[in-house]
């Protein structure tokens, strides 16, 4: 079973720019997660995606978003870009949505994008 | 803010010794995670251990969590030089959808 896909794997964007990121999940999972992480804060989670609904947010400004398609894949778009948004972009799937209260269920992490802003 | 934090930041060990590395946490949790992490790539899914569980293992590696103490600790044990990674801890809330992550733990497996 193919894991989870993201692309690109680097992108290097100009300050102001805006920028769409891409998940596939793992073929049958319906929840979709993506995470930042950058050397200063660490993984900081961005939101989750389950049946195209945005189910949870984290602390980011509302230049960050995303979406959910029918078929689960994801993307995620961040606009008007800044330095402070170079970071690695994870996305993670899992089967069922709420899986860390309600399921006990891992999440399958893609290796990312890379993206740096200029 | 973090929920988990990681100790120590860096171990550095020879091959075939065994590595222990801690996180401890705020809150109550539904469950805790370890994740691996190789340099550039993405975040592999270790063991997962439940609020009403005390010592898992899986291979290699043992995960034991204290609740009272809000701490749990990963043991690697013969360590290999493809153990050379970050790893994370990270904890699932009741009622909370995220994963909170620690800020990691870099091994170094020396050969």
């Known amino acids: 079973k193919a894991g989870v896909t993201q692309t690109p794997r680097y992108l290097i964007k100009t300050r102001g720019q805006q920028v769409t990121l891409s998940c596939s999940p793992i073929s049958g999972h319906r929840s979709v997660s993506w995470y930042q992480q950058t050397p200063g804060q660490g993984l900081q989670f961005l939101f989750e995606y389950f049946s195209e609904t945005q189910r949870n947010k984290g602390n980011f400004p509302g230049r960050f978003s995303g979406r959910q398609f029918s078929n689960s894949r994801s993307e995620m778009n961040v606009s008007t870009l800044e330095l402070g948004d170079s970071a690695l972009y994870l996305c993670a799937s899992s089967l069922e949505p709420g899986w860390g209260s309600y399921s006990n269920q891992p999440q399958h992490f893609g290796d990312g994008t890379r993206l740096s802003i200029l | 803010s973090q929920q988990g934090e990681e100790d120590p930041q860096a171990l550095s060990i020879q091959e075939g010794e065994n590595a222990t590395m801690n996180c401890s946490y705020k809150?109550?949790?539904?469950?805790l995670q370890w994740y691996r992490q190789n340099s550039g790539r993405g975040l592999v899914h270790l063991i997962l251990i439940r609020s009403n569980e005390r010592e898992k293992h899986s291979g290699r590696l043992r995960v034991t969590l204290d609740t009272s103490k809000k701490s749990s600790s990963l043991l690697i044990t013969a360590s290999r030089a493809a153990d050379t990674a970050s790893y994370f801890c990270?904890?699932?809330?009741?009622?909370?959808?995220?994963?909170?992550f620690g800020a990691g733990t870099t091994v170094t497996v020396r050969a």
């Open positions: 809150t109550s949790i539904n469950n």
């Open positions: 990270a904890t699932a809330r009741p009622n909370d959808y995220k994963l909170s």
